[in-house]
């Protein structure tokens, strides 16, 4: 009988040498093609709330883009109104500390948008749990909210209250985008610093915070690899002008000597001395503030 030739040992850790070797050099190369995909996906969800937003627009009184409360006197903010517990015909007052969160869920109230549209594939976040949304007012918890939203609740008087966004306004001003390093990606370096980094101070929904979705007032939405996409600034408190010298969109909350500046026109700006440059007003808001 004739013998069959079998492998040697040699051979067979050859074979499985290369096998292991096409799949180091494939998977990066499939783990980039996934991220892409969700960063695609994503996109989609925003441009879906951006239609929402003109939806709501046109049904509100004064055409304005989703803003619940009036202006705090503070120009205090917080978010998640429920804080994880659902209250069934509840609103939360318009005259207590406003939330960008509840002004979110208000698309999802008049059912212009879902509550997946508020998950950014590339994140570990879940669907709202939400059987019927019209009973709530607020998303139930931070990890059912992918991105962040303007801050449409400047109340610092001295500063004059900021215009709220609607369809009129400045068609590149950026009303919503992954979300705010700083507060729900609970990044703890500075803003300065973290700008300053490899990172450039990105939203961290997506793989290496390479960059973010960023969705516009007139709807468009782009992924950018830097947060300074906001309107053009003047010069903030320690003279640091953005890489493109634009607004950044995740200006931190009330921290005066790391805000960027605004712009002088329009009603969206702080309060600047224009013989220094400083910003002077007590909550050191720029023009963009997405929380969170």
């Known amino acids: 009988m004739k013998r069959l030739k079998a492998f040697t040992l ?19 190369s499939l783990s980039r093609a996934r991220e892409l995909a969700k960063r695609t996906v994503c996109s989609a969800n925003q441009r879906g709330i951006g239609q929402s937003m003109y939806i709501y627009a046109q049904d509100s009184q004064a055409g304005e883009f989703p803003a619940y409360s009036i202006p705090h006197p503070a120009s205090n903010i917080r978010g998640f109104y429920n804080a994880g517990d659902r209250i069934v015909d509840t609103p939360p007052s318009t005259t207590g500390v406003p939330s960008v969160t509840v002004d979110l869920w208000m698309l999802v109230r008049q059912n212009s948008s879902t509550p997946k549209q508020f998950i950014c594939p590339s994140t ?36 004059g ?59 468009h ?33 009330i921290q005066s000597s790391q805000v960027d500046p605004g712009l002088m026109m329009l009603g969206w700006q702080d309060e600047i001395s224009t013989s220094s440059g400083t910003i002077v007003d007590a909550g050191g808001k720029s023009d963009a503030i997405l929380i969170p």
Do not use: C, M, W
């Open 10 to 28: 040699i051979e067979l850790l050859v074979v499985i040498a290369i096998i292991a070797l096409l799949i180091s050099i494939l998977l990066p």
């Open 161 to 219: 209250i900021r215009k709220l966004i609607t369809g009129s306004s400045e068609p590149i001003f950026p009303v919503f985008a992954d979300a705010n390093p700083y507060i729900k990606g609970q990044v703890t370096k500075t803003a300065t610093s973290d700008r300053k980094s490899a990172n450039r101070g990105n939203s961290t929904n997506h793989t290496n915070r390479e960059g973010q979705n960023i969705g516009f007032q007139d709807g």
């Open 124 to 159: 570990t976040d879940q669907q709202d749990p939400a059987q019927d949304v019209a009973a709530y007012y607020d998303f139930l918890t931070s990890t059912a909210l992918s991105y962040a939203y303007q801050q449409q609740h400047d109340g610092n008087l001295s500063n």
């Open 221 to 253: 939405v782009r992924f950018e690899k830097g947060p300074d996409v906001g309107l053009a600034g003047l010069f903030d408190a320690i003279n640091v002008k953005s890489s493109r010298g634009r607004d950044n969109i995740y200006t931190v909350h």
